[in-house]
């Protein structure tokens, strides 16, 4: 890129931020006020990710609309980076947690309901045993204690350019060839070259050589790449992965909470795959905290080697290192069920695949009208669109290929004209409230995007 297209962008972007800025006032003096007592502006520090310069604060959102305070209203493609993928304010979850917040948030004791919700992950994700937590990090942290546990290794292996929340084991990456610290982040004394490994997505062979000393515990993977844009699987990689694994004794941990949008069985059950351990958040209580994480019969009996489930000499029970007082609490088991009963249902995934085909071949006509070399790939309910022409077969490819001034851009002229998508990088989900007069607002504004880019000299 040349540094007078650079500086083209760069001016349009700072247009942009400046017309967020003045049909934003209310949430600018937020922002302003919230740096004063919250580390990082916002509750949490990702809230300061977005391209306007600071982040709206929401009023109110129902279904797939958010409207801030300052009364802009938009239609919502990111729904919390997938947190709220059932839709913002379901009326089912919302009526299941009402009632449940009458009998009771949390008691470190079992309700019924948690008898239901067992049963149904065990026959929509085909694992048997479950654990609830808070989170899909807890969960990952749990899952990988567990592998550790039962096969005596310390190692964990990821692919470069995943995302697996807080857990520390994946904060790395292939730079150059070799690991280094993901996205940059700050070395926190974990001894990542001694405890990790790491390689390529869609790459077997390297895969296979790291396998071949039998040192890991266990693969945590994303059964397609969400974090760096979706980067889809190559044909025949996943056998590779599991047949791999089996050989030389290391669990394979599938971690679905991007890929959960595929269907009510996760992309896992759609495609048939065996992970040794399943692990899902996010989405599976309609935005109240939550992760979940399911073990396949022979790994809870190898579990169970270590810690037996039953000793009726033991009135204590055998706590190995993860959990927490949060963990499976009645609210949380409640919005659950409301989910699994009635908001992610196969009528409903087929609702949210048919509007994410609408918005991808409505992106892929815009973009071949104009002859630009982007892509667009839809999997499941899930949707992106990169500045490059073909899609990255691993995190090295879309590094090489990706136009993050281009992103912010696009992202900061979606705000504007009311349009939310995941702010890391471009990419749309759809829940079940999603209309299509929803997907025609973005194929407009997109379109107007273009547009703007042919006008500046750009496209």
């Not at 990702?46 to 409207?67: K, L």
């Not at 905290?289 to 790994?299: D, H, K, N, Y």
């Not at 899609?391 to 992103?407: C, G, M, Q, W, Y």
Request: charged content about 25%.
């Amino acid at each position: 890129m040349t540094t007078s297209v650079s500086r083209i962008v760069d001016h349009l972007i700072d247009d942009e931020q400046a017309r967020f800025a003045a049909s934003h006032p209310r949430s600018a003096h937020a922002w302003k006020t919230g740096r004063r007592t919250f580390l990082y502006g916002g509750p949490s520090h990702w809230m300061r990710r977005w391209a306007g310069g600071f982040p709206i604060y929401v009023d109110e959102a129902r279904g797939c609309h958010v409207r801030d305070i300052d009364g802009n209203n938009y239609v919502d493609f990111c729904l919390g980076d997938t947190g709220g993928m059932c839709g913002h304010a379901p009326e089912a979850v919302t009526r299941a947690a009402v009632r449940q917040l009458e009998r009771g948030t949390t008691h470190m004791m079992p309700t019924e309901d948690s008898l239901w919700v067992g049963e149904e992950l065990g026959r929509r994700f085909g694992l048997p045993y479950w654990t609830l937590t808070t989170s899909a990090t807890d969960a990952n942290r749990g899952a990988i204690r567990i592998a550790r546990m039962i096969t005596g290794r310390e190692k964990v292996l990821v692919f470069s350019g995943c995302y697996h929340g807080g857990v520390e084991e994946a904060h790395v990456e292939l730079r150059d060839g070799k690991m280094g610290m993901r996205n940059m982040i700050h070395p926190n004394g974990f001894d990542h070259a001694r405890l990790c490994k790491v390689v390529e997505f869609n790459d077997a062979e390297a895969l296979e050589a790291a396998l071949m000393d039998e040192d890991v515990a266990c693969v945590l993977m994303e059964p397609l790449m969400t974090n760096f844009g979706m980067i889809p699987v190559a044909d025949g990689f996943h056998d590779a992965v599991r047949a791999a694994t089996r050989r030389t004794g290391t669990l394979l941990i599938m971690d679905e909470t991007h890929t959960i949008s595929c269907g009510p069985g996760g992309y896992t059950r759609d495609h048939d795959l065996e992970p040794d351990i399943f692990v899902a958040g996010k989405a599976i209580a309609g935005g109240i905290p939550a992760g979940i994480f399911g073990l396949s019969r022979e790994t809870a009996e190898r579990l169970w080697q270590q810690i037996p489930h039953v000793n009726p000499r033991q009135r204590q029970s055998s706590h190995f290192g993860i959990g927490g007082t949060l963990a499976g609490n009645a609210l949380t088991v409640a919005t659950m069920r409301a989910v699994l009963e009635e908001v992610l249902t196969p009528e409903n995934y087929a609702r949210m695949h048919t509007q994410a085909e609408r918005l991808a071949q409505a992106a892929e006509s815009v973009i071949a009208k104009h002859s630009l070399p982007w892509h667009v790939t839809r999997i499941g309910g899930r949707v992106e669109i990169m500045f490059a022409p073909d899609p990255p077969r691993n995190a090295a490819d879309f590094r090489a290929t990706r136009r993050s001034d281009l992103e912010t851009l696009l992202h900061a002229f979606y705000m504007n004209e009311g349009i939310l998508v995941t702010p890391f990088h471009t990419m749309f989900l759809m829940c079940p409230a999603t209309e299509p007069a929803d997907v025609d607002r973005h194929t407009e504004v997109f379109a107007r995007f273009v547009d703007k880019l042919t006008d500046a000299g750009l496209a």
